[in-house]
């Protein structure tokens, strides 16, 4: 089981904004990078964020990510229906030495 | 381009071996950490074990230790898994990552099944 935990699922309007969030501990979320995932169905997960606030180029500025002590957030702004997907955080665990992802969220459009 | 190319993938029956290939272009991969990553149908995705530029240095998930051995070619910039032992647990699409760089594979399929 994850010790990264996101809420199961978010929804909102197209073009409305929304946020999710990935809650660690002192060992992984709060002293290394976060990245976030996007994986839509059928297909390998796609880097959105990486070191816990950058875009890898061809992501659009429509999402960024933060974080402060144990957990971080992925917003993503102007939602289209195209980001109706699977969103995973992932971090290093220093203490159990091994990669952590955290438990999902799915991304309903309305 | 950078490419990051698995294969290896199939059916194999319970107890049974399978070794997983992954051929990556467009970045030094002599000096690169590479981890392998795995996602169970329906589930999201599990790190299972990397390996440093040079192969001296390696981890492994509690699930998978003492079955798997991850390892590299760095003349052949190809990475490999071979997993023996394979359980039912074990079925799920195998990813090849380079976390450092956020590059994904396309993925493999290993099924474990009678």
Redesign the interface.
Known sequence: Q?VLTQPPSVSAAPGQKVAISCSGSSSNVESNFV?W?QQLPGT????LI?ENNNR?SGIPDRFSGSKSGTSATLDITGLQTGDEA?Y?C?AWDYSL????????TKVTVL | EVQLVESGGGLVQPGGSLRLSCEVSGFTFSNSWMHWVRQAPGKGPMWVSRINGDGGSVTYADSVKGRFTVSRDNAKSTLYLQMNRLRAEDTAVYYCVSLARSIWGQGTLVTVSS
């Open positions: 994850s990245s995932y390998a997960p796609k880097v990486f890898p699977d995973y992932g030495n091994v990669y952590l992802f955290g438990s999902g």
